[in-house]
């Protein structure tokens, strides 16, 4: 077993040790880990998609997805060990002892129940929780900062924000009074106020009931101002383990530091750099070092020998060559060209104002996006941003107004518009999960545009969606796979993809990266920005992440209620903006809290 302090104190809340899990080939997909918790302390567990983070959290329900099954180790709460439960005892356990808050709380509560029904099975289920049931949710949802006596017990989950639904699930996570919280992704999607939020509730309230917190995330930002150690996740395995401090200012393993070198800065335009290669799929961990074929640092050693934990500068790192890489000089991002001077325009929107049934989404919103450049459209969850973007692709026809794309009208709707012109606009969705046909597989699903628009000879057509395939950084051998067979990350990519495969003139991206790791979402980005160059691309990017628009956009547009409160350069935008709603937002931006040296300072290994 590996740990930092060897005795188990009385104190520990959560003991991991020696976990492994493996496929039902035999193959582990999750191997030696361990690491403990204390009441009141929440850890971080990051890395990139596939990495094995939510397979861990799961097992520390005493769960394992389909296909999987947990081999050996051991995962004590309280000295109690989960894993030598019966079914029945199991049972208990998950919601009384530890609960689990999942990253999509639209699908984790029951549409067709009022919240209080909701959150009073729940209580149900482990009466020894509350003696007062109703005083006991009011409580929580005070905690949560949410108004009990606002009538919210009385709503479904859809007339809830995502905000307020996230929330909910933490309230109901803590009503129960358990000892252990596992947080899968809870702040993905998440606007910047509303993320800020949800945290603040997070740590809040761990702090006040004693409750040990393991915290999944591929937000690095976010987890460095919240967690108070960090595990490190790579292939299965934990690759560097210590405080949040001494991790993210000096990181020793190659692989930390290139996810911190990918984490994009608020403070400064930078190019951002994910670490090279692809991670191994779970279950296919080369011989060596699992990370040597993307390491900068990778000897012929490297390839032949399975590195062990060494204790260094107070943290567990799993390098052959941690004394080599501890302390490296880490280069310096490059500065983003400066935006366009053109003043025509590719496309303009005048007065518009959308709808849904009788209610006004839009008001009176006028965006102009020059050729070959990138405008992001930035608010809080509500405020429009996504309900722009589907009047300009068409999928919402409630609106007036004037569209135009260069001298082309745009009329409300898909079915109105011609063939060229849809092709001219594709659009990336926000959830890979949904957004792709889960019966077709990544070949079908890249040529479907190609034979709906016909724009592409047959004898092409192949070579075209094998080349926009590995332009996303992913290789052919994913073209049989169906959706279900992989991570989020990688439905995202095939997302993009699909978009990329007709050859677009404007790209519209509905929060493309917020599924996405830092590394991946930094080779999304600089994928993105090359495009735009080569192919002359225009982009509108929709986002939450207020750090990302100034590695991505040159111009920004922020909404606020339907109304676009603050226009402009991206720089003018970020260092003076004029608006207060645009100075909260910008406020509310997490940011690396223990990054050494200036901003731009962090690069991948070479």
Same mark, same amino acid.
């Given at each position: 077993m590996t740990t930092l302090e060897s005795p188990t104190t009385a104190a520990t809340r959560i003991e991991v040790a020696d976990l492994q899990i493996r496929l039902a080939g035999g193959a582990d997909v999750v191997d030696e880990v361990s690491f403990r918790v204390e009441p009141g302390e929440i850890l971080?567990?990051?890395?990139?998609?596939?990495?094995?983070?939510?397979?861990?959290a799961l097992a520390l329900l005493g769960y394992a997805r389909r296909g999987l099954h947990i081999s050996?180790?051991?995962?004590?709460?309280?000295?109690?060990?989960?894993?030598?439960?019966?079914?029945?005892a199991l049972r208990d356990v998950r919601g009384g002892t530890v609960a689990y808050v999942p990253q999509d709380p639209a699908a984790a509560l029951n549409p067709t129940l009022r919240i209080g029904r909701q959150m009073r099975e729940a209580l149900a289920a482990h009466p020894a929780a509350a003696e007062d049931p109703d005083a006991r949710i009011a409580q929580v949802l005070l905690d949560a900062k949410l108004d009990p006596g606002s009538g919210i017990l009385r709503k479904y989950p859809h007339q809830?924000?995502?905000?307020?639904?996230?929330?909910?699930?933490?309230?109901?996570?803590?009503?129960?009074?358990?000892?252990?919280?596992?947080?899968?992704?809870?702040?993905?999607?998440?606007?910047?106020?509303?993320?800020?939020?949800?945290?603040?509730?997070?740590?809040?309230?761990?702090?006040?009931?004693?409750?040990?917190? %393991?915290?999944?995330?591929?937000?690095?930002?976010?987890?460095?101002?919240?967690?108070?150690?960090?595990?490190?996740?790579?292939?299965?395995?934990?690759?560097?383990?210590?405080?949040?401090?001494? %991790?993210?200012?000096?990181?020793?393993?190659?692989?930390?530091?290139?996810?911190?070198?990918?984490?994009?800065?608020?403070?400064?335009?930078?190019?951002?750099?994910?670490?090279?290669?692809?991670?191994p799929r779970p279950g296919r961990r080369p011989t060596g070092c699992s990370f040597a074929p993307r390491c900068g640092h990778a000897t012929e050693r490297c390839t032949t020998e399975d590195p062990t934990p060494v204790t260094l500068d107070a943290r567990l790192v799993r390098c052959l060559h941690a004394t080599e890489t501890a302390g490296s000089v880490l280069r310096g991002g490059n500065v983003v060209a400066p935006q366009t001077t053109r003043?025509?325009?590719?496309?303009?929107?005048?007065?518009?104002?959308?709808?849904?049934?009788?209610?006004?989404?839009?008001?009176?919103?006028?965006?102009? %996006?020059?050729?070959?450049?990138?405008?992001?459209?930035?608010?809080?969850?509500?405020s429009g941003k996504t309900t722009l973007a589907r009047c300009i692709v068409g999928l919402h026809a409630n609106w007036t107004g004037q569209m135009r794309l260069e001298d082309t009208d745009l009329p409300a709707g898909t079915r109105r518009r011609d063939r060229h012109t849809l092709e001219r606009v594709q659009y990336i969705f926000q959830?890979?999960?949904?957004?792709?046909?889960?019966?077709?597989?990544i070949r079908q699903i890249l040529h479907q545009p190609l034979d709906h628009f016909h724009t592409v000879p047959a004898a092409q057509r192949a070579e075209?969606?094998?080349?926009?395939?590995?332009?996303?950084?992913?290789?052919?051998?994913?073209?049989?796979?169906?959706?279900?067979?992989?991570?989020g990350g990688e439905r995202q990519r095939v997302a993009i993809a699909r978009a990329l495969v %007709?050859?677009?003139?404007?790209?519209?991206?509905?929060?493309?990266t917020s599924a996405l790791d830092v590394s991946v979402q930094a080779v999304i980005v600089e994928l993105l920005r090359r495009l735009q160059h080569e192919r002359h691309l225009t982009m509108l990017f929709i986002t939450h992440n207020l750090a990302l628009v100034?590695?991505?956009?040159?111009?920004?547009?922020?909404?606020?209620?339907?109304?676009?409160?603050?226009?402009?350069?991206?720089?003018?935008?970020?260092?003076?903006?004029?608006?207060?709603y645009t100075v909260r937002l910008i406020q509310d931006v997490p940011k690396l809290a223990h990054r050494h040296g200036p901003a731009g300072t962090w690069a991948s290994t070479p």
């Open positions: 971080g567990l990051v890395g990139e998609s596939g990495s094995g983070k939510t397979t861990v050996g180790g051991q995962v004590r709460i309280d000295g109690r060990d989960l894993l030598g439960l019966p079914a029945s809830l924000s995502g905000g307020q639904q996230q929330r909910v699930a933490i309230a109901m996570a803590f009503a129960c009074r358990s000892k252990v919280i596992v947080l899968d992704e809870p702040t993905t999607g998440l606007d910047v106020s509303t993320q800020r939020h949800v945290l603040e509730t997070v740590r809040n309230l761990c702090q006040s009931y004693g409750v040990a917190a %393991v915290y999944v995330s591929h937000d690095l930002a976010v987890v460095s101002g919240l967690v108070s150690q960090v595990a490190v996740m790579y292939a299965g395995r934990l690759i560097e383990l210590g405080s949040t401090e001494r %991790v993210f200012s000096a990181p020793i393993h190659p692989y930390t530091q290139g996810l911190l070198a990918a984490v994009p800065s608020p403070d400064q335009a930078e190019t951002l750099i994910g670490v090279p290669g692809q991670p003043s025509d325009a590719l496309l303009t929107v005048t007065g518009l104002d959308a709808h849904y049934g009788r209610f006004q989404v839009l008001r009176h919103v006028d965006v102009t %996006v020059a050729p070959q450049t990138c405008t992001a459209v930035v608010g809080e969850s509500g959830n890979p999960y949904t957004s792709l046909n889960p019966r077709k597989t075209r969606v094998t080349r926009v395939l590995q332009d996303v950084s992913l290789g052919p051998d994913f073209l049989d796979r169906y959706p279900d067979q992989l991570s %007709v050859e677009p003139t404007l790209l519209v991206c509905d929060e493309v100034r590695s991505i956009a040159q111009n920004a547009i922020v909404l606020s209620d339907g109304h676009v409160v603050e226009a402009g350069p991206v720089e003018q935008i970020m260092e003076h903006p004029k608006d207060p």
